[in-house]
């Protein structure tokens, strides 16, 4: 489970960011990764060069560091969420090994080598997501990924059983299973939706009116499935006032994902198992500076790229969220 947005300020500034619903435990840190860092492809153990400097929400284990969502120096931000019964990475590749990178690296891989969503497209077509077993859940986590960059232009990209596909994401919203197309075509059913409601209607001779306000948001749904929270996603995403400034953009970021915060005791997992909203993190793309506040700090914490200059710098944990 998991919640993603995009939303641009009238001055044009992106933010873009998630909920992290999870059922796992999970440390969660700020890290910056430096341009011309050198990490290991966790499926064939090739060397991969990072060419852009970004800064991430993640976590280490032993020695593999995986990464939940980040914004590069050229303001290029990306996330990953989970795709259960969707995400198909195929059989183990022969020939293409040296172009094959786990499920749980591509974030890390796009993150240090695309300025763009228009590198991301070409980056795509040179690589093939495969699934290994990660860390955390043990499993091959199944998963799909939302990208941005500075000019507000957003995608999706899901591996399935029809291969690789990067959509244009025209609401800017993304949450899990299933596919983004059905997503998409689901909206349909909530045309009637809206922040108006009729003042009185008759059937027959009798008069009826509404008992108060919100009377055009009754055909939202309410629950916290996947398809439920991209609509009321969506649709807030849709009516709220455009915002003037950035710092009303994140504003109102935190407000639409308060509609589809999971809270602890809401879903139980079949291994019994809370699963809920762990963070809520927000991206300036603009000045890639990170705002976030944790289940159990409702207080926002700010970092920025650009906080550590020293030249030297490997890998800097911020400290945990």
């Not at 108006?196 to 499935?225: D, I, K, M, S």
Request: proline share 5%; hydrophobic share 35%; charged share 15%.
């Amino acid at each position: 489970m998991c919640t993603a947005l995009t939303l641009q300020s009238k001055q044009g500034e992106t933010i873009f960011g998630r909920n992290m619903d999870f059922s796992y435990d999970i440390e969660p840190h700020l890290y910056i990764v430096p341009s011309g860092y050198q990490w290991r492809n966790s499926f064939n153990g090739s060397r991969i060069t990072n060419r852009y400097r970004f800064i991430g929400i993640g976590q280490q284990i032993d020695s593999l560091l995986g990464f939940f969502d980040g914004v590069n120096e050229m303001g290029f931000a990306a996330a990953a969420l989970y795709f259960a019964g969707y995400a198909n990475y195929g059989s183990t590749p022969g020939a293409d090994q040296n172009n094959a990178i786990a499920s749980f690296d591509f974030l890390h891989y796009i993150l240090g080598n695309c300025a763009n969503v228009e590198d991301l497209k070409r980056v795509i077509k040179q690589i093939r997501i495969v699934g290994v077993e990660d860390p955390v859940t043990k499993t091959v986590a199944p998963l799909h990924w939302i990208a941005v960059d500075r000019s507000g232009n957003c995608v999706v990209v899901e591996q399935t059983d029809r291969g690789m596909e990067i959509f244009h994401n025209p609401v800017g919203v993304l949450a899990n299973s299933p596919d983004f197309t059905w997503h998409l075509t689901n909206l349909r059913n909530y045309m009637e939706a809206s922040p108006y409601q009729e003042e009185e209607v008759f059937w027959g001779n009798y008069r009826l009116t509404p008992f108060g306000q919100a009377g055009g948001t009754q055909v939202l749904p309410g629950g916290y499935t996947s398809p439920e929270r991209f609509v009321r996603t969506s649709y807030l995403k849709s009516f709220i006032p455009v915002p003037e400034t950035a710092n009303q953009a994140v504003v109102s970021c935190f407000h639409i994902m308060e509609s589809v915060m999971v809270p602890k005791g809401a879903v139980i997992t079949n291994r019994n198992e809370y699963d809920y909203t762990r963070y809520t993190a927000f991206i300036n793309t603009a000045t890639c500076e990170y705002f976030f506040k944790t289940y159990d700090n409702i207080q926002v914490g700010t970092a920025g790229l650009f906080e550590n200059e020293k030249p030297d710098v490997r890998l800097v944990n911020l400290g945990a969220i």
